[in-house]
C-alpha cells in the first residue's frame, strides 16, 4: 500500500519533458537502450531529474521490480534477467499498469444496449469521407468524395440542405475530397483534394461554404487531416498533414484567430481565393506559421495522423510494416522532429489516442487491436485479438476504460481496456455491401451516437441512455439473506460468488468466489444458528459453510446430474432440497458425519403432478410445498405424509379469454402472527404468489383459497414476496424492478363464501432496481425492520420497511442509526426518473 501511494505521488509530478529526460538514462554513449541497477537509477533520476527523492526512486524501482516478476514479463535480454536490474519497456510497462489500475474503481464497463442501426437518407452518390459534427450549430456535416456536402439535424437527423464545394483548381468532374477535418475555433473546415492542395472553407453562414485560403504546390498529394487548438490560447493551433509519400507535416498557427496565412499581393486565383504556396510556408515567408515534417513513412501513404499535444508528438500510421505507426518527437526550442517507428507483422489502417490513459490503439491489417505505450517502441502493451478480418478503425471511449473497434467484415467489437477483454460485439446489423466498401466511424459519448459509412450510406448507432448505477457483484445477483448474529447481509450471484457486507455501513467485508465453479449459485440458506451457511448451485450441489470461508460438506442433491436447485429448507432433523423434479430431496442430519453427504428417501412419494419449486414450515409440523403447475401440498412433516392439495382456480373472472398458462408457485409464506384460533375459524395463514402477478390467501386447514389480487402487472411474468416477521406487511416485486409493500395485519382475517378480490391496502411502491428483482427477505435490525432485495441487474439494495430506501452496497458507506435520512435522500435523488 505504502509503495503504490508513493509510486503515484511522484508519477504525478512528472511532466513531458521529465519523461523524456528518464528515457535517456537507460541510454548508453551511442544511443543504445539498457538497463541500471538500482543504486544507479536511483543516483542518475534524483540527479537529472528536478522533481523526487532518491526514496521515492528507490520506492519507484522496488516496484518495477517485484511487478515484473509477479507478472511474468521479464524479457529476454540477459542484463534484464539479472536480479534487481530494470530497463526502459519495464518502467513503461509498469507505469502503464499502474495507471489503468487506478482508474478501474472511477471506470464503468457496462455493456452498453444498442437501439436497431437506423440507415439515413444521404444525398450522397459517392463514398462519404468524412462525418462531422458542429457543435455550435448542432447539425452533423458528411463530405463526400466528390466534394457534396449534406448537412442534417443533430436531434431528429433529418437531412436540412445539400451544397458543394468549390474549387476552381480543377473541373467539377475531376474534384476528389481525401479528408475533412473542423477547425472548430475559427469556424472553418480545412479539406484537402487529389489535386495537392488544401483548401479552407468558412462557415460563418449555413447556407454556403466560402473558400478563403488555398495551400497548393505539395509534393505529394495529401491524404489525411488532423486539427488541434490550445484551448487556453485559440491562437495556437497545428494541422497535421499526411500525404501518399509518406511524409507528415505540421503547420503550426501562432495568430491563428487573426489570419491563417499572411495575404502577399496579388496571389489570388479566379474565385478572388488567397492563394498560398507550401514552399513559401517551408521558406518561412509567413511568419504567423511554421511547418515541421518528417518522412518517416516513405514511401507508404500515411493512414491517419494526429497531433497529440500531452505528448508533443506527431503520431501517424501506414499499412507498411516496418513503419506501421511513427511517433514523430518535437524537440524542445527546436523546428525538429525526433522519430521513432513502431513495427508491426501487416500495417495498420487507422490510430487513436486515449488522453487519460495515455494509451495509443492501431488498428491492424493482421486482425489485431494493439494497445501501446508511446515510450515504449518495441512492443505493445496489449494485444487484442478477436477480430477475423483486417480491422480498419479503433475508436476510444474517451470516458471509460473501453475501446470499439471495427474490421472489413463488417464486425463492432468493445472491449475493455484494463481486462483486454471484449465485453461486447455486434455484426450482422449492418447493411450488406462489397468487403472492399469505404468505411469511416464518428463517435459522440456525449450524444450517445456512433455514425458508420458504407461507401454512400449512412448508419446511425444509438445507445439506451444509462443511468449511472452501483454495481454489489459482478454477475446477476440470485439470492440474499440477512444473518442476525453476526449484523450482516449475504448476497450471492450468478458468476458463483458470495459476499457478505455490514448491514450498519454496507461495507463488503468478505467474498467467496467460484464457490461452485462456474456454476450459478441458484438459492441459499441459514441454519437456526446462523453459522452455517448453505449455497445450491446449477450443478446439483449443495454446499455448506463456515464463515471463515471453508466448505464443510457437499450434498449430493441432483446424484451427479446438474439439476438445477430452486429453494432449501433447514427443517429439525433434516433439510429439504428441490427444484427439479416431482419428490422431494431429502437429507437427514445424521448423515452429517463425514463430507460427501448422499440424499435419503422422502417417505411420503410423489404427489406433486409437476416438479417442486418452493416449500414452507409452521410449527410444530406443517409443511406446504408448491409446484410448478400451482398446486400446493399440505404435510405432515413428522410422518411425511401429504394431507390436503390446494388449487387455484382454473380460470379466473380477470383472465378469461386470454391465454395463460397455470401459475408456477414461486414463493410460499406463513403468516406467524395468525393464532390457531384465527385459522380454527377460517383466517389465512398461507400466502403464495407465482408467474401470473398474482398473491393468493389460503386458509391450510380446510384447503380453502380465501383471497386473490393482482400485485403486479401479470405480463411482466414471476413476481417474488416476502412477509415481515411480524406479519403486517407483504413485499412483492417484479420483473421490472419494482417493490410494493402492502398492509395485511387484518386482511384475510375471516372466511367468506366467495373468494376476496380486493387487494390490501397498498403502502408504498418504488424501484430501487433497473431489472427483475430476484429475491427479497426482511430482517430486525437492531430498532429497524429492514428489507433487502437481490436484482440482475448486479445490485442489492437495502430499505428500511414500508418502502424508504437506504442505499445499495458497493456503494459509498451508510451509518443506519444516524445517517438513514441522508442516505435516503441522496438515493432517491441518483434515481430520479428511473
Not at 498560398?276 to 518517416?296: A, F, N, P, T
Not at 454496507?506 to 452455517?532: F, P, Y
Not at 449430493?556 to 432440497?577: C, E, Q, T
Amino acid at each position: 500500500m505504502g509503495t503504490r501511494m508513493e509510486v503515484t505521488r511522484l508519477e504525478s509530478k512528472m511532466n513531458t519533458e521529465d519523461y523524456e529526460k528518464l528515457r535517456s538514462l537507460f541510454l548508453d554513449s551511442s544511443g543504445v537502450p539498457g538497463s541500471l541497477s538500482r543504486s544507479k537509477f536511483i543516483h542518475l533520476a534524483s540527479t537529472l531529474l528536478s522533481c523526487g527523492s532518491e526514496e521515492e526512486y528507490g520506492f519507484l524501482f522496488d516496484s518495477v521490480v517485484v511487478s515484473r516478476a509477479h507478472r511474468g514479463l521479464l524479457l529476454d535480454s540477459e542484463a534484464v534477467k539479472e536480479e534487481g536490474r530494470v530497463d526502459w519497456g519495464g518502467l513503461c510497462s509498469f507505469l502503464q499498469h499502474q495507471l489503468s489500475e487506478k482508474l478501474k474503481p472511477c471506470m464503468r464497463r457496462n455493456v452498453p444496449r444498442w437501439k436497431p442501426p437506423r440507415s439515413l437518407t444521404c444525398p450522397h452518390r459517392d463514398p462519404v469521407q468524412k462525418v462531422l459534427y458542429l457543435e455550435s450549430w448542432g447539425q452533423y456535416v458528411t463530405v463526400s468524395q466528390g466534394g457534396s456536402v449534406g448537412l442534417r439535424d443533430g436531434v431528429d437527423m433529418s437531412l436540412r440542405t445539400t451544397q458543394r464545394l468549390q474549387n476552381s483548381t480543377v473541373r467539377p468532374q475531376d474534384l476528389w475530397v481525401t479528408d475533412v477535418v473542423l477547425l472548430h475555433n475559427l469556424h472553418k473546415i480545412a479539406v484537402s483534394f487529389t489535386s495537392k492542395e488544401v483548401c479552407f472553407y468558412d462557415m460563418l453562414s449555413k447556407m454556403d461554404f466560402s473558400c478563403t485560403y488555398k495551400l497548393q504546390g505539395m509534393k505529394f498529394t495529401p491524404w489525411c487531416l488532423d486539427y488541434w487548438t490550445n484551448t487556453s490560447n485559440p491562437d495556437h493551433a497545428v494541422l497535421t498533414i499526411g500525404d501518399i509519400g509518406g511524409q507528415v507535416s505540421a503547420l503550426f498557427f501562432t495568430s491563428a484567430q487573426i489570419s491563417l496565412f499572411e495575404r502577399r499581393g496579388r496571389c489570388t486565383d479566379s474565385d478572388s481565393v488567397a492563394v498560398v504556396q507550401w514552399d513559401d510556408v517551408l521558406k518561412g515567408k509567413h511568419r504567423c506559421c511554421y511547418i515541421i515534417k518528417h518522412q518517416g513513412h516513405e514511401p507508404a501513404w500515411v493512414r491517419k495522423v494526429l497531433y497529440l499535444d500531452s505528448l508533443e508528438a506527431l503520431v501517424s500510421c501506414s499499412t507498411r510494416p516496418q513503419s506501421s505507426m511513427v511517433i514523430g518527437w518535437r524537440e524542445k526550442e527546436r523546428r525538429r522532429l525526433r522519430v521513432s517507428s513502431f513495427r508491426t507483422k501487416r500495417g495498420v489502417w487507422d490510430l487513436d489516442y486515449h488522453q487519460e490513459l495515455k494509451m495509443i490503439a492501431t488498428a491492424g491489417a493482421d486482425h489485431q487491436v494493439l494497445l501501446w505505450n508511446a515510450y515504449e517502441t518495441c512492443q505493445p502493451v496489449y494485444t487484442l485479438t478477436g477480430h477475423v478480418a483486417p480491422v480498419t478503425s479503433v475508436r476510444f471511449m474517451q470516458k471509460k476504460q473501453q475501446l470499439l473497434s471495427f474490421s472489413r467484415d463488417k464486425v463492432l467489437c468493445l472491449w475493455d481496456i484494463s481486462s483486454q477483454l471484449c465485453v461486447h460485439s455486434l455484426d450482422g446489423v449492418f447493411p450488406a455491401t462489397q468487403e472492399s466498401a469505404q468505411t469511416s466511424l464518428l463517435l459522440l459519448e456525449g450524444r450517445q451516437h456512433l455514425l458508420l459509412t458504407f461507401n454512400s450510406l449512412l448508419v446511425l448507432l444509438e445507445t439506451v441512455k444509462e443511468e449511472t448505477r452501483t454495481s454489489s457483484h459482478e454477475h446477476p445477483v440470485t439470492c440474499v439473506l440477512y444473518n442476525s448474529l453476526f449484523r450482516q447481509v449475504i448476497s450471492s450471484d450468478a458468476g458463483s460468488s458470495v459476499i457478505c457486507w455490514l448491514a450498519d455501513t454496507g461495507q463488503k467485508v468478505k467474498q467467496i468466489r467460484r464457490c461452485h465453479g462456474n456454476a450459478e449459485i441458484s438459492t441459499m440458506a441459514l441454519d437456526g444458528t446462523q453459522t452455517r451457511l448453505f449455497t445450491a448451485g446449477t450443478d446439483g450441489e449443495v454446499k455448506v459453510w463456515d464463515f471463515s470461508g471453508r466448505c464443510l460438506h457437499r450434498m449430493n442433491a441432483g446424484l451427479g446430474k446438474a439439476v438445477v436447485v430452486s429453494h432449501i429448507l433447514l427443517l429439525r432433523r433434516s433439510i429439504l432440497v428441490m427444484g427439479w423434479e416431482r419428490t422431494l430431496t431429502v437429507f437427514r442430519l445424521h448423515s452429517f458425519f463425514k463430507s460427501e453427504v448422499e440424499p435419503s428417501e422422502w417417505k411420503g412419494g410423489v404427489h406433486h403432478r409437476t416438479a417442486v419449486l418452493c416449500a414452507a414450515f409452521n410449527a410444530p409440523e406443517t409443511l406446504v410445498t408448491g409446484s410448478c403447475d400451482g398446486e400446493i401440498i399440505v404435510w405432515n412433516n413428522n410422518t411425511e405424509k401429504a394431507l390436503r392439495t390446494l388449487r387455484p382456480p382454473a380460470r379466473h373472472e380477470e383472465f378469461k379469454g386470454k391465454e395463460r398458462s397455470p401459475d408456477a408457485v414461486a414463493c410460499l409464506a406463513f403468516l406467524q402472527d395468525r393464532t390457531s384460533a384465527q385459522i380454527a375459524t377460517g383466517s389465512a395463514d398461507l400466502v403464495s404468489c407465482g408467474s401470473s402477478g398474482l398473491v393468493r390467501f389460503w386458509n391450510t386447514v380446510n384447503g380453502r383459497l380465501l383471497a386473490q389480487f393482482e400485485a403486479h402487472n401479470g405480463h411482466l411474468g414471476p413476481v417474488v414476496m416476502t412477509v415481515s416477521p411480524c406479519g403486517q406487511f407483504l413485499v412483492t416485486a417484479d420483473r421490472e424492478g419494482t417493490i410494493r409493500t402492502w398492509d395485511i395485519k387484518r386482511y384475510s382475517l375471516k372466511s367468506d363464501q366467495e373468494v376476496t378480490r380486493e387487494p390490501p391496502e397498498l403502502l408504498q411502491s418504488f424501484r430501487p432496481h433497473q431489472n427483475a428483482v430476484t429475491h427479497l427477505e426482511t430482517g430486525i435490525h437492531g430498532d429497524q425492520l429492514l428489507l433487502l432485495s437481490a436484482s440482475s441487474d448486479c445490485s442489492v439494495a437495502l430499505s428500511c420497511l414500508p418502502g424508504d430506501t437506504i442505499g445499495l452496497f458497493g456503494q459509498l458507506k451508510w451509518t443506519i442509526r444516524n445517517g438513514l435520512t441522508l442516505m435516503k435522500s441522496s438515493f432517491t435523488e441518483r434515481t430520479a426518473g428511473l
